[in-house]
């Protein structure tokens, strides 16, 4: 288990319980980061698919990305397919001095996850703070406006 501490992977496994409280508020049909042994939704793209040239939209998207240097790819993606109708719900490190923070995950609803998640049924916590990020098509933020008004 040693690897899920160390840059010798970026796959971080979701939490299965944590996913679950996710997963009855969205309703998620498609996991869109996934492989056949950590899939979340019956509907899933691997690393073979090539998730980042398939269409997301209009899909309800669970999104727990590589967390190397393709995360910034990912994370753009995600806000693009919110833009084109997908609901993306996005498990990242919280890594608030990066580009792709300032540039994407700050137009999302962001929630950040109290402590440190322990992925993948691991006995330890992950060495980071972890961010709950949800990425609305622009009409269903325009309908969430009409209600606090």
């Given at each position: 288990?040693?690897v899920?501490y160390?840059?010798?992977?970026?796959?971080w496994?979701?939490?299965v319980?944590?996913?679950?409280v996710?997963?009855?508020?969205f309703?998620?049909?498609l996991?869109?980061c996934?492989?056949a042994?950590?899939?979340k939704?019956a509907?899933y793209?691997?690393?073979?698919?090539?998730?980042?040239?398939?269409?997301?939209?209009?899909?309800?998207?669970?999104?727990?990305?590589?967390?190397?240097?393709?995360?910034g790819?990912?994370?753009?993606?995600?806000?693009k397919?919110?833009?084109r109708?997908?609901?993306?719900?996005c498990?990242?490190p919280s890594?608030?001095?990066?580009?792709?923070?300032?540039?994407?995950?700050m137009?999302?609803?962001?929630?950040?996850?109290?402590?440190?998640?322990?992925?993948?049924?691991?006995k330890?916590?992950?060495?980071?703070?972890s961010?709950v990020?949800?990425?609305?098509?622009?009409?269903?933020?325009?309908?969430?406006?009409?209600?606090?008004?």
């Amino acid at each position: 288990m040693e690897v899920h501490y160390s840059s010798k992977t970026d796959n971080w496994s979701t939490p299965v319980d944590f996913f679950s409280v996710l997963n009855k508020e969205f309703d998620f049909s498609l996991d869109v980061c996934a492989s056949a042994e950590n899939a979340k939704c019956a509907r899933y793209f691997t690393r073979e698919d090539d998730g980042l040239s398939k269409a997301w939209a209009p899909n309800r998207c669970w999104m727990n990305p590589p967390y190397g240097r393709e995360i910034g790819k990912w994370v753009e993606k995600a806000w693009k397919e919110s833009q084109r109708g997908a609901t993306v719900v996005c498990l990242l490190p919280s890594r608030t001095d990066t580009k792709w923070w300032h540039d994407y995950v700050m137009r999302g609803e962001i929630r950040f996850v109290r402590g440190r998640l322990k992925f993948g049924g691991s006995k330890n916590s992950a060495p980071f703070p972890s961010a709950v990020v949800v990425f609305l098509p622009p009409e269903t933020r325009r309908l969430w406006s009409k209600v606090g008004s």
